[in-house]
């Protein structure tokens, strides 16, 4: 684990706006490597709303699960677990099923057994696709992609090929980025970390389009490269590539209103972001970002806001804020919580909550949060498509899967 989980946070716009004082914090277990970086204004959070909820246990005994995926007859949650296990989990019951037949993972830091989704038109399509770190004949480890058939009465994965392995491989076991996210026009976006590298400026290898770290990827269902993906005509870039200039993004998800793709990213002290993306833009790291070296005051590059070159982030938390670690993000579309329709929640991993937010096109303002009595570390939000209920993976040794569902007081 880095210091990129931290603890709770602020925009540059809230941060002129609340006025209130704080104190930085990191995860338990992780260097403090903000010490001393204290007194700044820090992110006023919003209240619980605690009165429009209940918390409901689905499973218990987890370990370290990353990513969730709904199957389609609406009584099944595909789990992965970080450690390198896939499980459905039944809705009803809790009870789990492992599915056999997935990849070896290297499962060390924050590699391993990470996100799922399934195709677009499952069960006709019957593929489910996996991210995971995995080790190279050289020693080294990237974020691999790969798929396998699942029949929706079956407990393995038939058929399992690999479609991508993030280029080049690096030492060090942090920094795969790995979410995946089909968008409307049913082609696989993913992303992959920048490997913790550390040498800030130009050359940097999120900066390098000749590199598929630090990036967002766009792919067909079988792997291959879309004809119009923005880099396909330039020799100086890789053909994969959908925008780059991330440092470790962990969340994907689709607006329902706009079809677009909204993506959340850890920086380094502080400098959190939540983007919406554009095909083929920059989106800055580490040459422009608000965050802070660790350890330090000391920008790591421009402000986003003072450069034309770059798209500054829709929401972000500056240096000496304390920062919003972010988890997995999901745009909210059901029917359970009809005024939150529209609304994005994001997980908070090192303070431990979910955070929600009102969406005004490219304006967004956080307005509640929940989970913050139980100071669990959040990794992953899904919105159950057919009764609404919010459920969240919680990122322990032993971890319950929770739902959310309105208050019947």
């Excluded at 809705?91 to 060390?108: C, F, H, I, N, S």
């Excluded at 798929?147 to 491989?169: C, I, S, Y």
């Excluded at 802070?292 to 240096?319: H, N, S």
Aim: aromatic share 8%; charged share 30%.
């Amino acid at each position: 684990m880095t210091p990129s989980d931290r603890d709770q946070t602020t925009t540059r716009r809230a941060l002129l706006a609340s006025g209130a004082a704080g104190t930085l914090a990191t995860i338990a277990g992780c260097q403090d490597a903000l010490a001393g970086i204290q007194g700044e204004q820090e992110w006023e959070r919003p209240p619980d709303d605690e009165d429009q909820y209940e918390v409901e246990t689905v499973a218990e005994g987890l370990t370290h699960p990353w990513g969730l995926a709904f199957v389609p007859d609406g009584d099944r949650l595909l789990v992965t677990e970080r450690e390198g296990r896939l499980l459905t989990v039944d809705l009803e019951t809790g009870d789990r099923q492992p599915v056999d037949k997935v990849p070896d993972v290297y499962a060390r830091g924050q590699g391993g057994l990470l996100d799922v989704a399934l195709h677009p038109d499952y069960p006709e399509e019957d593929w489910v696709y996996l991210t995971y770190a995995a080790e190279t004949d050289g020693g080294e480890s990237t974020t691999h992609l790969g798929r396998g058939r699942l029949d929706p009465d079956g407990d393995e994965l038939e058929e399992f090929e690999e479609l991508r392995a993030a280029r080049p491989t690096a030492e060090g076991d942090a920094h795969f980025g790995s979410r995946i996210v089909f968008g409307p026009d049913e082609l696989l976006y993913m992303t992959v970390g920048d490997r913790q590298f550390k040498d800030f400026g130009p050359g940097h290898t999120a900066q390098d389009t000749r590199t598929e770290l630090g990036a967002v990827l766009r792919l067909e269902p079988d792997g291959s490269i879309p004809a119009d993906n923005p880099f396909v005509d330039d020799s100086d870039a890789i053909d994969s590539l959908f925008s780059f200039g991330h440092r470790n993004p962990q969340g994907l998800a689709v607006r329902p209103e706009t079809g677009d793709v909204w993506e959340s990213e850890h920086g380094e002290g502080d400098g959190d972001e939540i983007n919406v993306l554009e095909a083929g833009e920059n989106y800055g790291w580490p040459v422009a970002t608000s965050a802070c070296e660790y350890g330090t005051d000391e920008p790591v590059g421009d402000d986003p806001d003072d450069r034309d070159d770059v798209i500054a982030p829709v929401y972000d938390w500056p240096c000496s804020t304390g920062g919003f670690p972010p988890g997995g993000i999901a745009f909210y579309d059901g029917d359970a919580f009809a005024d939150w329709q529209g609304d994005l929640l994001v997980c908070n991993l090192a303070a431990g909550y979910l955070c929600r937010f009102a969406v005004d096109g490219t304006d967004i303002e956080a307005v509640g949060t929940m989970l913050t009595a139980e100071g669990w570390r959040l990794r992953d939000v899904a919105i159950a498509p057919e009764s609404g209920a919010i459920y969240v993976a919680v990122d322990e040794d032993d971890a319950p899967l929770v739902r959310l569902v309105p208050d019947a007081a």
